[in-house]
T-cell receptor, first 112, second 114 residues
Framework: AQSVTQLGSHVSVSEGALVLLRCNYSSSVPPYLFWYVQYPNQGLQLLLKYTTGATLVKGINGFEAEFKKSETSFHLTKPSAHMSDAAEYFC??????????FGSGTKLNVKP | NAGVTQTPKFQVLKTGQSMTLQCAQD?????MYWYRQDPGMGLRLIYYSASEGTTDKGEVPNGYNVSRLNKREFSLRLESAAPSQTSVYFCASSEALRGTYGYTFGSGTRLTVV
């Protein structure tokens, strides 16, 4: 079974600073990779996904993520944090057996 | 608005009571899923339905049953609720089991078992 590790259950950045949320997965076979965002009392919304092709993926709200096979990583970044980015972010992996695995989540706090 | 609708949004049950969580999607998706979300554990798959007429166990199926009533609806039943089932439950759907378009999630059901 896959495992998805998100380093840091809580990340705090200042408004305008770089956002970096880390995600590593366990498979040696490139899976499909996703980032989801969850605002308080809401369901999860898809931010971006990697399936095939270009390893740098751009998503909504200025977020992007880079798939690095050699590092089995799919870190999420945004150059300049906005207050509205405060939420919980989940990395997810879909393996070749059509199963989804979610990380435990990282709560992003943006300080004014 | 198109999407995934879950009912109820909140529920409090006593230990041993039963209830059914309802989920409906209007996007003509083939696959549907039930997850539970617990603090620090992310989302864990309870059951899923790859297509109408099929259901399969996920990571944590014990204590739950599901019914794929038709293409639109996928319900989750707790036959005898236990405090360990206190959680937030999310229903999701995707075009296909190989959800390369990702999932569309409902807004969740917050269940407390006392």
């Amino acid at each position: 079974a896959q495992s998805v590790t998100q380093l840091g259950s809580h990340v705090s950045v200042s408004e305008g600073a770089l956002v970096l949320l880390r995600c590593n997965y366990s498979s040696s076979v490139p899976p499909y990779l996703f980032w989801y965002v969850q605002y308080p009392n809401q369901g999860l919304q898809l931010l971006l996904k990697y399936t095939t092709g270009a390893t740098l993926v751009k998503g909504i709200n200025g977020f992007e993520a880079e798939f690095k096979k050699s590092e089995t990583s799919f870190h999420l970044t945004k150059p300049s944090a906005h207050m509205s980015d405060a939420a919980e972010y989940f990395c997810a992996v879909q393996d070749n057996f059509n199963k989804f695995y979610f990380g435990s989540g990282t709560k992003l706090n943006v300080k004014p | 608005n198109a999407g995934v609708t879950q009912t109820p949004k909140f529920q409090v049950l006593k230990t041993g009571q039963s209830m059914t969580l309802q989920c409906a999607q209007d996007m003509n998706h083939n696959s549907m899923y039930w997850y539970r979300q617990d603090p620090g554990m992310g989302l864990r798959l309870i059951y899923y339905s790859a297509s109408e007429g099929t259901t399969d166990k996920g990571e944590v199926p014990n204590g739950y049953n599901v019914s794929r009533l038709n293409k639109r609806e996928f319900s989750l039943r707790l036959e005898s609720a236990a405090p360990s089932q206190t959680s937030v439950y999310f229903c999701a759907s995707s075009e296909a089991l190989r959800g390369t378009y990702g999932y569309t999630f409902g807004s969740g059901t917050r269940l407390t078992v006392v």
